[in-house]
């Protein structure tokens, strides 16, 4: 203990009662803090301060790292949108290969309980070979925040993602082979909601966005941009995409909502992404109302 943390202890604890490291700096229930050598290949866990009951653990005085994250939970909110096994590897790559401080909060699975846990890793200042990990439990913050995540991504009627998740997939997912896009409208849907109001046309809506999901896949996704206007993002060869698209059609005649005589149809323009640059939703948009103008409810596919 330096000659300042002395100091300060001892009026602290003359005028509180109080230890500074165990009342002040250790007292954090749902804190574990650990220490490890980066150059071994184990990367041994020693406890410091905590316990690992804390995380659902036995209590020990030390986990092998790798150990640890083998409880890693890939089934939430973030993985979701991410990919749930490239939201798993990124992060388990950060922790594997460190160069210096970093900040994760990590979703941890364990007997049956899930946790969520802010890892902070840094180097010791007088042998950077030495890092310390403080491990703190913040799962009461992250439900709430998990939720927020979500709607943020998600269109609130149909469920669906929405236009800033396509962004964000169109950005992370370019270099995957066979990229189509599927922009989808609704044909004469003004109609349905001028003659039977918004509550049967979210119906409509509701009931299409059902049949997208039947063709989503793990990279296969569907969003909703707005109105009835839809898009899929579907990485198949050609043939693939086109039986996807006419199976979608055929779906989307059949809807039926009782007592209304109305059969819905649906036109798709479909690219198939050759370059980063360009704008594939623009491009599918345009071959979208050219199948608008050959009649509706068909395919015009580039």
Wanted: proline share 1%.
């Amino acid at each position: 203990m330096n000659n300042m943390l002395k100091e300060i202890n001892k009026t602290v604890n003359d005028r509180y009662n109080l230890d500074v490291v165990d009342d002040i700096i250790l007292s954090r229930k749902k804190r574990i803090i650990l220490y490890f050598d980066i150059t071994e290949k184990t990367r041994k866990l020693h406890v410091v301060s905590g316990d690992l009951k804390v995380l659902g653990l036995p209590t020990n005085d030390t986990i092998e790292l790798n150990h640890l994250l083998k409880y890693f939970d890939i089934f939430n909110k973030y993985g979701e949108i991410r990919g749930i096994y490239e939201y798993k590897e990124e992060m388990i790559d950060q922790i594997n290969h460190l160069t210096g401080e970093l900040n994760l909060t990590v979703p941890l699975k364990i007997n049956n309980n899930k946790i969520w846990c802010r890892f902070h890793f840094y180097p010791v200042q007088k042998n950077k070979n030495i890092y310390s990990l403080f491990i703190t439990d913040v799962t009461e913050y992250l439900v709430d925040e998990e939720k927020i995540f979500e709607k943020s991504h998600k269109d609130s009627l149909t469920g669906l993602f929405n236009k800033y998740t396509l962004d964000y997939h169109l950005n992370i997912k370019h270099h995957l082979d066979n990229m189509h896009l599927l922009y989808m409208d609704l044909d004469d849907f003004k109609t349905i909601n001028d003659t039977y109001g918004h509550d049967v046309g979210n119906s409509y809506l509701e009931k299409f966005s059902n049949i997208l999901r039947l063709f989503q896949t793990y990279n296969n996704s569907f969003y909703r941009l707005g109105g009835d206007e839809f898009v899929g993002l579907v990485f198949e060869e050609k043939e693939e995409v086109l039986k996807i698209a006419n199976r979608i059609i055929t779906k989307t005649n059949n809807i039926h909502l009782k007592g209304i005589d109305i059969k819905l149809g649906v036109s798709i323009g479909i690219h198939e992404a050759k370059s980063k640059n360009e704008d594939i939703v623009k491009i599918a948009d345009q071959l979208m109302y050219r199948a608008k103008q050959s009649g509706k409810n068909t395919i015009i596919y580039e």
